[in-house]
């Protein structure tokens, strides 16, 4: 019997000026929700030193199922939503292949 195989990504958001430092805040309330939710294997959020307007998300699931399921959530589907007045451009998602 085959494996579903887990699912990582990075997603690069390149948030206005005007509203980061908020943006941190919103991601640091949200990462203890995004840790518990069903099939979540990690979950860490960082700012650019350089860029303070960017942030990196690093995620892993547990499969696609799992992550689509995450991405449907009501706190998802708001925090989305305010994506068009909080970003600069739109995100910038890398499916990554886990190798170690």
């Known amino acids: 019997m085959s494996q579903t195989p887990s699912v990582a990504l990075c997603v690069r958001l390149s ?5 980061a430092d908020a943006f941190a805040v919103g991601l640091a309330q949200a990462a203890p929700s995004t840790h518990a ?6 979950f860490s959020a960082g700012r650019s030193r350089e860029q303070p307007a960017v942030f990196v998300l690093y995620e892993r699931w547990a499969s696609q199922a799992e992550l689509d399921a995450w991405h449907g959530s009501p706190m998802m589907r708001e925090r989305m939503a305010s994506y068009p007045e909080l970003l600069a451009g739109p995100p910038e ?3 990554l292949e886990d190798l170690a």
């Open 15 to 19: 948030v206005k000026p005007e509203h």
């Open 37 to 42: 939710a069903p099939g979540n294997l990690g």
């Open 93 to 95: 998602v890398t499916m």
